[in-house]
């Protein structure tokens, strides 16, 4: 409804209570670990979603099974920021064209994430903290 897509980005309540990864991405999410040396996966998931978030195009509408062990909850994966980071998903998808409601926006999220764990771990220059702070700098 229009009313519920006007509501502000910031004011809308996060609805995604765990955070799961395909095997894929926990086989990549242990490659970036060894690689930069940052070694919890939440800290990389942040790092992946971002990464996906400034890339322009969407996500392609992949199926997903979320079958590996590695799982947090929203608030190990954003920490003090999950308002932020559930507002900049919010507002990726309203400029995607989405629809705001609940599933949608963890589909997306989701497709964001395992992209986002796919592009950083293609980027062969990222070998620490520092490599990631300079990719975050750069335009895409």
């Not at 589909?107 to 520092?130: E, N, P, S």
């Amino acid at each position: 409804s229009d009313h519920h897509r006007g509501r502000l980005l910031l004011g809308a309540r996060m609805t995604l209570e765990h955070i799961r990864v395909t095997q894929q991405a926990r086989d990549q999410l242990i490659t970036l670990k060894r690689r930069t040396g940052i070694a919890h996966w939440n800290v990389l998931c942040r790092w992946a979603l971002c990464r996906s978030l400034a890339e322009p195009n969407v996500p392609p509408a992949v199926k997903l099974t979320l079958d590996s062990n590695v799982e947090m909850s929203w608030r190990t994966f954003a920490g003090d920021h999950g308002d932020v980071y559930w507002a900049l998903v919010r507002y990726r998808c309203q400029v995607d064209g989405f629809d705001l409601d609940d599933e949608i926006l963890a589909q997306q999220f989701r497709l964001h994430l395992h992209r986002g764990i796919g592009y950083l771990v293609g980027d062969t220059t990222l070998t620490d903290i520092a490599s990631l702070a300079r990719m975050s700098s750069t335009a895409h």
